[in-house]
């Protein structure tokens, strides 16, 4: 019996081929041979052999207590097989077989995109025996604490911390960043992602499922299947249908004694496309978000943010990149690219956030450093000071200058003031006691937010908030920037959390976007959580959608595909529901026949994987940038 | 207690869902099944001392679905 089972499950196309071909010929048989009594035994073949897996199915649920469609045509065939009208009976098995091989192949389509995130998981990796020798073994046999040797452009098989060598790894399947990033020993590495060149040995921490990269797939694979309520209702609806429409078929035989009718219902009463519109479409959909770094959790998730009317944003790491840039720089004298030049030296003695900005930024225009540097000491919270017998720098905070009594100018506070007023960090730099430079510091803008921010209200989303623990000062700095609609500053993580709640009061639907460590409350409390930043284990746990990538182009699309995910599903779910009426209408008029009524419910299904499948093509909206500009301005 | 993950060819009926959590859940010592109907995978926790992976594969094989590959990872 299992045996067959599975020989009827693998050789279930060929079978359909042979039903096509034996319908044919009985075809042929009648029309141009005129030899009936062929025709008809082809006919009966055919039912035949179509009938044997779908009552094979029928049966094996009915074990499980489950009434599926299966048996709804089984029943319908061999009714139709008592009254002897074979043609149909053929003609039935053959439609519902085909429609579920191409139900198959279309299916396939929309998993697409997750089958080809869940190839690119390690399959093998060259593990390090103790004698040094390596050999190559299934990830799914490696524990932690196993070394394992990654060579240049390979994969990186495990989480893990390299121990040995270096290397470019390639983390865009974990950060959706595809610049190389530089790793050596000690530094943390990513199972999924690449070597562009080096040899590493790296020490596993994780393995397979426990990895970033396999939570990422887990939490897609499941999202595709945790569906939206619209599926949820469907899902229920069909196992009470489905029973139904047997009994209905039953009444139909009692109360009009008419056998062939009662049978035309069951076929015509299979659930059909109504049990397989709504969940397409969130496969697709989730599917589309996840090819372009866009993690939903699950139909919910997807419906809910559908449905966002307010976006409530982090400032620090979600607008801005939480990297130090310089803002501007003030040169009182008239060898500015000398003291620049002298200034990132001093700066790239120190490993400081605000001079590692200073060092890119000089080196950016160009510069390259001349003189020759005094030795620097380091002054606590005030900054560098050196000296030789050349000249006596001064690198740092006003303090310092104070502390070493260097005057300050009017002009000179002017500028310093300015910069302050903007919520900059400033950097001074006097040299023989002369101030020189005032340069300000501060956190990046994320090149995309205005053009996404802008997007999303394109979009339809009607407010957008901006919730920040900064000072005053350098929020609304960012905010004049940005279409952004209100600005709350010095807040503490509590603080956010009471205004999600306070905007919830006030009926809105809420997303909040955080970088889902120190904003975890208010992602939770949110309507919609979304994780914006690395892929975190963090992110992945609080947030109902994850943007791998941190951009908000990527924000945009997650919120047009979710809309048009719940769009979709309504479509088919009008579909669905449309043909079962006109069905039942044709088959009131008397134009629907159990053959007919098959053929139109196979149409009928693969129209809504067709539609859903228009989600997969959906790429992310490239901006007009001219636009843009213009509705800012 | 073990996390069993059973890997299936193609699932295509979502009848065939409902058919695979029922049969697997009602065997002795299995808690948590999971059907993920996309990525064709069943997942459960089986107490070891009652049933086995192989067992779980050999009742989704009865009711014809090939398992393709199983996992087993023990959990405290």
């Known amino acids: 019996m299992t045996k067959l089972n599975i020989w009827i499950s693998k050789h279930q196309n060929q079978m359909t081929v042979t039903i096509a071909i034996l319908i044919a010929i009985s075809l042929i048989s009648k029309f141009l041979l005129h030899f009936e009594i062929a025709a008809t035994i082809f006919m009966i073949a055919a039912s035949i052999i179509g009938a044997i897996p779908i009552a094979l199915h029928a049966f094996t649920a009915l074990q499980n207590k489950v009434i599926s469609i299966e048996l709804l045509v089984t029943i319908a065939v061999i009714g139709a097989f008592i009254i002897g009208e074979f043609e149909e009976s053929a003609v039935v098995t053959f439609l519902f077989l085909f429609g579920n091989y191409l139900e198959q192949k279309t299916l396939e389509k929309t998993r697409s995109s997750v089958k080809s995130l869940t190839k690119m998981a390690p399959t093998t990796a060259e593990l390090v025996n103790e004698d040094g020798q390596t050999e190559t073994v299934d990830v799914d046999d490696l524990d932690e604490g196993d070394h394992v040797l990654v060579k240049p452009g390979g994969q990186i098989p495990v989480d893990g911390k390299i121990i040995d060598g270096t290397g470019y790894m390639n983390e865009a399947s974990i950060t959706g960043e595809s610049t190389p990033v530089k790793k050596g020993i000690g530094d943390k590495v990513f199972a999924g992602s690449l070597t562009d060149n080096g040899t590493i040995t790296v020490e596993t921490t994780s393995v397979g499922e426990d990895t970033t990269f396999g939570k990422i797939i887990e939490l897609v694979e499941e999202a595709q299947d945790s569906q939206s309520p619209a599926a949820r209702f469907i899902d229920k609806f069909a196992t009470y249908y489905t029973p139904a429409v047997l009994i209905i078929g039953i009444l139909v035989w009692i109360f009009t004694q008419d056998f062939p009718l009662a049978i035309t219902v069951l076929v015509l009463g299979c659930p059909g496309a109504l049990v397989i519109g709504a969940p397409v479409s969130n496969v697709a959909g989730i599917g589309n978000g996840a090819k372009n770094g866009i993690l939903m959790k699950g139909g919910n998730a997807v419906n809910s943010f559908a449905h966002v009317d307010t976006l409530v944003l982090d400032k620090t790491g979600t607008l801005t990149t939480g990297k130090m840039s310089v803002t501007d720089v003030d040169n009182f004298g008239n060898d500015k690219d000398e003291m620049l030049s002298l200034l990132s030296a001093v700066e790239k003695t120190s490993d400081h956030p605000l001079g590692q900005a200073i060092v890119n930024y000089v080196k950016d225009l160009g510069i390259t450093e001349t003189k020759k540097l005094p030795e620097l000491d380091t002054v606590k919270g005030q900054g560098l000071v050196g000296q030789n017998d050349q000249f006596k720098i001064l690198v740092g905070n006003e303090r310092l200058m104070k502390n070493n009594d260097v005057q300050v100018s009017a002009t000179q506070r002017k500028a310093i003031n300015s910069r302050m007023n903007d919520g900059d960090s400033v950097v001074l730099m006097a040299v023989d006691q002369e101030l020189r430079l005032v340069v300000g510091v501060n956190d990046q803008l994320r090149s995309d937010a205005k053009e996404g921010l802008q997007a999303l209200k394109d979009a339809g989303l009607k407010r957008i908030v901006m919730l920040t623990g900064d000072n005053k000062v350098a929020a609304q700095r960012v905010a004049e920037r940005l279409p952004i609609d209100e600005v709350h500053a010095e807040l503490l993580p509590e603080d956010k959390v009471e205004y999600v709640k306070k905007f919830q009061e006030q009926g809105s639907t809420v997303a909040f976007v955080g970088d889902g460590i120190n904003d975890s409350p208010s992602l939770a409390t949110a309507d919609i959580g979304i994780g914006m930043g690395t892929g975190t284990d963090v992110a992945i746990e609080t947030s109902d959608i994850i943007l791998v990538k941190s951009s908000f182009d990527a924000l945009a699309h997650a919120y047009v595909l979710a809309k048009k995910t719940v769009a979709n599903t309504k479509e088919n779910i009008i579909i669905a529901v449309g043909t079962v009426a006109l069905l039942l209408l044709g088959l009131i008029v008397g134009i629907i026949h159990m053959g007919s009524g098959m053929f139109v419910h196979e149409v009928s299904i693969l129209v809504v994987i067709f539609n859903a499948m228009r989600l997969i093509r959906n790429k992310p909206a490239k901006l007009d940038t001219d636009q843009v500009l213009k509705t800012a301005n | ?76």
């Open chain 2, 1 to 76: 207690m073990a996390k069993v993950i059973l890997q299936l060819g193609e699932l295509t009926c979502p009848s065939c869902m409902t058919k695979i959590q029922k049969a697997v859940q009602n065997q002795d010592g299995v808690s948590n099944v999971k059907v993920l109907f996309n990525a064709g995978k069943v997942r459960a926790d089986i107490d070891e001392s009652k049933t086995s992976a192989d067992k779980l594969s050999e009742v989704i094989t009865d009711l014809g679905y090939e398992v393709l590959k199983t996992k087993v990872k023990e959990i405290a």
